[in-house]
């Protein structure tokens, strides 16, 4: 269970965000001032801090400048007046995470909780190389394709370079760029993963670089981007190759000159970040077509770490399929399961997964669900295979064309359940679109949808989406 350390002085909004927070979930220890929170800082393993900024005695500031030096990994939230936005602004400055204005709105609240404990993850849980330990994040496997990957991360970790990582979705580049950052000389910094894809690209310079009052209609305040927040730590760039031109032109300008230029400012504001970027577009044909910059793909290729799809190394597969099984095993309450049947992980290595390591995944916890205990053999695979691997329609493709596919499928006895599959398949394309027009904010699309947010939390598990997009 996540824990987060609330400092309030304020005993009923302290009890109210308390109450917010437990009914998502969340373990909460409370401190009625600065100097009972530190103390609680220290002997509690926290994923996120919440902190008011004026309370008596010690400042909010004083508590962000005293846990960024002895926990620079630990995000702290800090919750302001209207007035003390410029303070807050300045505590962003100092290693803040974020601000967010007193009282908050419980759904904007809940969210910003999200997406810090998710960054707190990023930092804080390790990834292991070629281990099967499950519990833990971990990129599996032996083959060549596999060991000249860990030897790359390793080659480049400690070196100051950009890395670009390609692959196929879902090959693991998020876990290969957390395994660079982890073990680098930045590991004790900041880590911020941005999603280009999953932003509105009108707001994903903002989300980057930050901006000025007035710099568009809704920028009523100072913001600070992610690149000063990950100052002296590391950022990583998702989806590098979906980056608009004229985004692509200002991050070309930060790796060139290491400063930024907030929207709407005219200060140029010197940052130390290293860069990681992933994509899995073929930028060399982006860059014939005019759709990617030729200098900024050499800014960011100063090491290339290129993943290789699943088909590539179907040896890896039994590891793969022996870690996950250990893994959900544990998750759905059975700590023992049975392992797969020489022939069915046989069938399991004939297939060519288009999604990847997350597909396989997805079939694998679904299998588990369905033997309730008892072997895994090759027919059960092929009922969670149907199961999981839902079809998707075409982008010129009509839902009248789209169904007679699904049904020409299983007449061929390649497809079991069209209805559900139909369901599937467009519930996906939904929740994906939606989580990704909210920017990752689960209670707003969730009200867009008509759900409540532990559904939508359930459904983007369901379906191997990130919080905010349709995966890496």
Request: charged residues 25%; contains cysteine.
């Given at each position: 269970?996540?824990k987060?350390?609330?400092?309030?002085?304020?005993?009923?909004?302290?009890?109210a965000?308390?109450?917010v927070?437990?009914?998502?979930?969340?373990?909460?220890?409370?401190?009625s001032?600065?100097?009972?929170?530190?103390?609680?800082?220290?002997?509690?393993?926290?994923?996120?801090v919440?902190?008011?900024?004026?309370?008596?005695?010690?400042?909010?500031?004083?508590?962000?400048?005293?846990?960024?030096?002895?926990?620079?990994?630990?995000p702290?939230?800090?919750m302001?007046?209207?007035?003390?936005?410029?303070?807050?602004?300045?505590?962003?400055k100092?290693?803040?995470?974020?601000?967010?204005?007193?009282?908050?709105?419980p759904?904007?609240?809940?969210?910003?909780?999200?997406?810090?404990v998710a960054?707190?993850?990023l930092?804080?849980?390790?990834?292991d190389?070629?281990?099967?330990?499950?519990?833990?994040?971990?990129?599996?496997?032996?083959?060549?394709g596999?060991?000249?990957v860990?030897?790359?991360?390793?080659?480049?970790?400690?070196?100051?370079?950009?890395?670009?990582?390609?692959?196929?979705?879902?090959?693991g580049?998020?876990?290969?760029?957390?395994?660079?950052?982890?073990?680098?000389?930045?590991?004790?910094?900041?880590?911020?993963?941005?999603?280009?894809?999953?932003i509105?690209?009108?707001?994903l310079?903002?989300?980057?670089?930050?901006?000025?009052?007035?710099?568009f209609?809704?920028?009523?305040?100072?913001r600070?981007?992610?690149?000063e927040?990950?100052n002296?730590?590391?950022?990583?760039?998702?989806?590098i190759?979906d980056?608009?031109?004229?985004?692509?032109?200002?991050?070309?300008r930060?790796?060139?000159?290491?400063?930024?230029?907030?929207?709407?400012?005219?200060?140029?504001?010197?940052?130390?970040?290293?860069?990681?970027?992933?994509?899995?577009r073929?930028?060399?044909?982006?860059i014939?077509e005019?759709?990617?910059?030729?200098?900024?793909?050499?800014?960011?290729?100063?090491?290339?770490?290129?993943?290789p799809?699943?088909?590539?190394?179907?040896?890896?597969i039994p590891?793969?399929?022996?870690?996950?099984?250990?893994?959900?095993?544990v998750?759905l309450?059975s700590?023992?399961?049975?392992?797969?049947?020489?022939?069915?992980?046989?069938?399991?290595?004939?297939?060519?997964?288009?999604?990847?390591?997350?597909?396989?995944?997805?079939?694998?916890?679904?299998?588990l669900?369905?033997?309730?205990?008892?072997?895994?053999?090759?027919?059960?695979?092929?009922?969670?295979?149907a199961?999981?691997?839902?079809?998707?329609?075409?982008?010129?493709q009509?839902?009248?064309?789209?169904i007679?596919?699904?049904?020409?499928?299983?007449?061929?006895?390649e497809?079991?359940?069209?209805?559900?599959?139909l369901?599937?398949?467009?519930?996906?394309?939904?929740?994906a679109?939606?989580?990704?027009?909210a920017?990752?904010?689960?209670t707003?699309?969730?009200t867009?949808?008509?759900?409540?947010?532990?559904t939508?939390?359930?459904?983007?598990?369901?379906?191997?989406?990130?919080?905010?997009?349709?995966?890496?």
């Open positions: 269970m996540n987060v350390l609330l400092i309030e002085d304020e005993t009923s909004l302290a009890a965000l308390q109450r927070l437990e009914i998502e979930g969340y373990q909460v220890v409370s401190a001032n600065a100097t009972q929170g530190l103390a609680a800082a220290r002997d509690g393993d926290f994923q996120v919440v902190t008011d900024l004026k309370m008596p005695g010690v400042s909010g500031m004083e508590v962000i400048k005293t846990l960024h030096d002895s926990r620079p990994q630990l702290v939230i800090l302001t007046g209207h007035h003390t936005t410029e303070a807050a602004i300045e505590a962003m100092l290693g803040a995470y974020d601000y967010i204005l007193k009282p908050p709105d759904p904007e609240f809940l969210a910003l909780i999200d997406k810090a960054n707190s993850r930092m804080s849980e390790p990834v190389l070629g281990k099967a330990r499950p519990a833990k994040d971990a990129i599996i496997g032996s083959s060549r596999m060991q000249n860990y030897k790359e991360i390793g080659r480049v970790a400690a070196m100051p370079v950009t890395v670009l990582i390609r692959g196929e979705t879902g090959t580049k998020e876990l290969v760029a957390r395994a660079i950052y982890q073990h680098s000389n930045r590991a004790h910094k900041p880590f911020i993963e941005v999603n280009c894809v999953a509105p690209e009108n707001l310079e903002s989300e980057l670089f930050g901006h000025e009052p007035g710099a209609t809704d920028a009523k305040s100072r600070i981007g992610r690149f927040q990950a002296q730590g590391t950022i990583f760039l998702d989806e190759g980056m608009s031109p004229g985004t692509q032109a200002k991050l070309l930060v790796l060139q000159n290491r400063t930024i230029q907030r929207v709407g400012g005219k200060d140029l504001i010197p940052v130390d970040v290293r860069v990681l970027a992933a994509t899995h073929d930028l060399e044909t982006a014939r005019k759709h990617f910059r030729e200098d900024l793909y050499h800014r960011l290729n100063d090491a290339v770490i290129s993943l799809p699943l088909r590539e190394r179907r040896e890896d590891d793969l399929v022996r870690y996950f099984i250990e893994r959900y095993g998750e309450g700590p023992n399961p049975s392992m797969p049947t020489g022939e069915a992980v046989g069938y399991l290595q004939q297939k060519d997964w288009p999604g990847n390591v997350r597909e396989l995944r997805n079939v694998v916890r679904k299998a669900l369905l033997s309730r205990g008892y072997s895994i053999n090759r027919e059960l695979l092929e009922r969670a295979l199961q999981t691997s839902i079809p998707r329609p075409a982008g010129d009509t839902i009248t064309g789209f007679s596919e699904l049904l020409a499928r299983a007449r061929r006895g497809l079991e359940n069209v209805q559900l599959a369901t599937e398949a467009v519930e996906r394309e939904l929740y679109q939606a989580i990704r027009l920017n990752g904010d689960q707003r699309a969730g867009w949808i008509g759900v409540s947010r532990p939508m939390r359930e459904k983007l598990l369901k379906y191997g989406l990130h919080r905010s997009q349709d995966g890496t």
